[in-house]
């Protein structure tokens, strides 16, 4: 199994960003499949999830601004990041769980005031 992130960068305050993680070796639709982030100094902390029957549900901290989504034809799980703000400053993984847990490497995300 391997989950590959990217999309990430620098951005201003306001910005977007869509990050995208890959998956091979798994499906993603039937999974529990997430993003979570850590800030420097700061445990890792959820962000958003989507469960086998399409539910979302996200951090209150990214709610109305963050949407999670999967395209299943790429097998890839997608977070379109609206309205970024200095405090999402973090390194951001997906995770699939199918009865064992999967993260990806990370990828960074920086916003500027």
């Known amino acids: 199994v391997q989950l590959v992130e990217s999309g990430g960068g620098l951005v201003q305050a306001g910005g977007s960003l869509r990050l995208s993680c890959a998956a091979s070796?798994?499906?993603?639709?039937?999974?529990?499949v997430a993003w979570y982030r850590q800030a420097p100094g700061k445990e890792r902390e959820f962000v958003a999830r989507?469960?086998?029957?399409?539910?979302?549900d996200y951090a209150n901290s990214v709610k109305g601004r963050f949407t999670i989504s999967i395209e299943n034809a790429k097998n890839t799980v997608y977070l379109q990041m609206n309205k970024l703000q200095p405090e999402d400053t973090a390194v951001y993984y997906c995770?699939?769980?199918?009865?064992?847990?999967?993260w990806g490497q990370g990828t960074q995300v920086t916003v500027s005031s």
């Open positions: 995770r699939v769980v199918s009865g064992y847990s999967y």
């Open positions: 070796g798994i499906m993603l639709r039937g999974n529990h």
């Open positions: 989507i469960i086998p029957n399409s539910t979302t």
